[in-house]
């Protein structure tokens, strides 16, 4: 598309050309060696001079504008309303942000002795005990660098829970068929089997199914994996029921709490009866995600299974100090450097206490009535999946629409034509032509009606002109993209311009 056909407030946000390059231009000065007279080529002989690497050549100043016009095509939080469900992208309080660049905090090293890092230790001690509270859990391990690497450790504590019994011949794990991929994934990488379970009529587990296959599996029954709400927004209000048939089985329950934000200050996964559960901070607690990371997903555990915990773990001393616990004599070992991702911890940590004990209920009642919110408001043009009160994302089903030869993607896609993020979509998998929208406890009316009457107008398009869907985005900087590809075989780096002719043609 040529610039000129961009609606005026796209303009000036694609840069007009990317490779600017030009021979001979500079944009750093180096100083004048001085190592003596004899050249560099002498001093670095062979390999690492190659006259003919063929770099970028800019100015200073035209450098700064790319990447700066490189960073403004860029989709964020800082920029727009980004309704993600599950995924939960929320506000990252710059307050954080001051937190991590305190020098006691980024300047520190892990092999530095502990007398010297007392504060930072005193915050990894806190934020297990917070993290303990807020779950309803005994002890809390903070080493996971990601919600599924939670999992994976706390599949792997239920394993090493069950050989230390002597019942390793448990190996059946429930993950219902609404779970989101990681949770058989984890389950399988510590070589359990699946079983899964359905979901009924309500948008909750179905008891008959779950009973009949525990019953299937009862005396090899490891545990079940649950999220709770589950993942199409719904509280499972059969869950001590649950609890209670899985422990009666000899099984553990695991708990995903990759998405807390329903009951974060409001109710305790601890007190549901489960005995685990992985909970992220890169989403409940507000470090930034996306891009790769540093994410962090703490696991809480009830304390029959606190001796399994990875080493280290954070202590208060009896003489008052902080320090980290290596002897464990039962721990699984370690499952991430040093005592994990520091700075995210820091993150949550400043979140968690700029709220405080009393006002952390405000965080999981806002994000409940701003999901409510939106199903009302919406529900008499997009069809929820499951029509009642829900917790903190609603569940749309667009199955109805491919009459009109639309699908959740292009809704999806037209979305991004009217300045928001797309939500969730195909997500859960048991849900056809699913968009899941999760708005957040910090988002205001206005924004929220403003993307109200966005995706009031886009269902009118949906009759009157699909195409306008089956064709969006039309004012974004690319168009639609190879989603695997896009992910997977980032184009980050400058090439020159034949390489660059090259790759486009591939
Ligand atoms: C995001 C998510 C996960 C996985 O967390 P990652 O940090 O992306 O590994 C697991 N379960 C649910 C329900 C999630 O939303």
New binding site residues.
């Given amino acids: 598309m040529l610039v000129t056909d961009l609606p005026p407030t796209n303009k000036v946000l694609l840069p007009t050309v990317f490779e600017i390059s030009r021979p001979g231009r500079v944009g750093v000065a180096m100083p004048a060696s001085d190592v003596g007279e004899t050249p560099i080529s002498e001093l670095l002989p062979g390999v690492p001079l190659r006259a003919d690497l063929p770099l970028p050549e800019v100015t200073e100043g035209e450098l700064v504008r790319h990447f700066i016009k490189m960073s403004s095509l860029n989709y964020c939080v800082d920029k727009g309303f980004y309704p993600l469900g ?2 939960t992208m929320k506000y990252n309080p710059k307050v954080n942000d001051m937190a991590v660049n305190l020098g006691g905090f980024a300047r520190i090293h892990p092999y530095q002795p502990e007398s010297t890092v007392q504060g930072a230790l005193e915050v990894l001690h806190s934020m297990q005990e917070n993290l303990s509270a807020i779950l309803g859990m005994d002890a809390v391990s903070l080493h996971p660098a ?4 939670g ?1 994976l450790l706390g599949m792997m504590l239920i394993r090493a829970y069950h050989a230390h019994r002597g019942e390793s011949h448990r190996k059946f794990v429930i993950v219902p068929t609404a779970a ?1 991929g ?2 058989p994934a984890s389950a399988a990488r510590c070589g359990y089997k699946i079983v899964p379970v359905n979901t009924d009529e309500r948008g909750l587990v179905d008891m008959a199914h779950l009973e009949a296959q525990i019953e299937k599996h009862r005396s090899e029954l490891a545990g079940f994996m649950l ?1 709770n709400p589950n ?1 199409v927004g719904l509280f499972e209000s059969d869950i001590l029921q649950i609890s209670q048939m899985i422990h009666d089985a000899g099984g553990l329950m695991y708990g ?1 709490g ?2 807390m934000n329903a009951l974060v200050g409001t109710a305790r996964p601890g007190d549901m009866g489960f005995d685990v559960m992985h909970v ?1 901070l ?2 409940t607690f507000s470090v930034p ?1 996306g891009g790769g990371g540093p ?1 962090s ?1 703490p696991v809480g555990v009830k304390a029959i299974l606190e001796p399994f915990l990875p080493v280290p773990q954070a202590v208060k001393k009896a003489d008052g100090t902080f320090g980290l616990d290596y002897e464990r004599p039962l721990s699984i070992g370690k499952v991430a450097p040093f005592a994990g991702a520091f700075l995210a911890v820091v993150r949550a940590y400043a979140y968690i206490r700029h709220y405080g004990r009393e006002n952390l209920h405000r965080i999981s009642e806002d994000a409940v009535l701003n999901a409510n919110y939106l199903r009302v408001e919406l529900a008499d043009t997009f069809p929820v999946a499951y029509d009642r009160v829900c917790m903190h994302e609603c569940v749309f089903t667009l199955k109805e629409w491919k009459k009109f030869g639309v699908k959740a993607l292009d809704v999806a896609k037209r979305i991004i034509d009217y300045g928001y993020h797309p939500p969730t979509m195909y997500f859960p998998l048991i849900v056809p032509e699913c968009l899941m929208i999760e708005p957040t406890e910090t988002e205001s009316i206005e924004t929220l009606d403003a993307f109200v009457v966005a995706m009031k107008q886009i269902a009118a398009e949906v009759q009157t002109d699909p195409e306008l869907l089956r064709s969006a985005p039309h004012i974004a900087p690319v168009r639609r993209l190879d989603e695997a590809f896009a992910a997977r075989r980032l184009d980050l780096a400058w090439s020159p311009q034949e390489k660059f002719a090259a790759t486009m043609e591939d």
């Avoid at 990601?146 to 690497?149: L, W």
């Fill in positions: 599950s995924c990601a919600g599924a690497h999992e989101h990681t949770n999220t993942t995903d990759a998405n992220n890169h989403k995600h994410g997903g």
